[in-house]
């Protein structure tokens, strides 16, 4: 898998390469948002990207790439000195699919990077609009955008774990997935809960989703998985 690192600072750089290059990963490098988009960014499998840099940002950066079709479903991860909840969340919020804050931990970004692409290797089953940023199956829509879902064109309020756990599941039908797959993939890596948690959370989704919430089925034994 070819992974690209895009930091205004050389040694990140060259640090985030060996590292990556050791687990085996094909690594190229650029020192500007503007030298990466000259590149053949489709032949990446992932981006690890800065944010404050020079003339264009990594937030401009995501935002050009999801806006294109040929790199939206590119996953990235960024890699920055900003910190705060506003960041993190802006971040995800334009479509990064993780967020790691310097200084930076080699063990932590090197599961990091596993996660994503374990995530992003998935299939992707579902009906999509154009634009990429929209789930959509009979009468449910999935704004990916702006986090919002609506059920045979009512507007439905969502939790955010409500909202990640109807979205995974739309873009992975006819899987079935374990509470242990669903907690990895669905809630944050630094929150601990319980088997039970994601049952309750199975259950409000069922009840939201009207109709449709028959199609979550429970495979005794095995977990869930949501039923075409």
Known sequence: MKILVVDDELDICEILKYNLETEGFEVDT???????LGMP????????????????SGF??????????STARIPIIFVTALD???NL????????DDYIAKPLSMKEVKARVRAVLRRSSLP??????????KIVYEGIALDLNAKTVTCDGQ?????????????????????????????????????VVLDRTVDVNITRLRKKIGRYGKQIKTRVGYGYCFEK
């Open 155 to 191: 507007k439905l309020f969502f939790t955010k774990l409500e909202f990640e756990l109807l979205s995974f599941f739309l873009q992975h039908p006819n899987k079935v997935f374990s509470r242990e797959d669903l907690l990895k993939y669905c809630w944050p890596h630094d929150v």
């Open 30 to 36: 650029a020192c500007s948002a503007e030298e990466a």
């Open 124 to 133: 992707q089953q579902a009906m999509e609009t154009h634009d990429g940023h």
């Open 41 to 56: 960014l489709k032949d990446y499998s992932l981006i690890l990207l800065d944010v404050m840099m020079g003339e264009m």
């Open 60 to 69: 401009q950066m995501v935002r050009w790439l999801k806006n294109n079709s």
């Open 89 to 96: 969340v802006k971040g995800l919020n334009i479509g990064a």
């Open 84 to 86: 705060g909840e506003d």
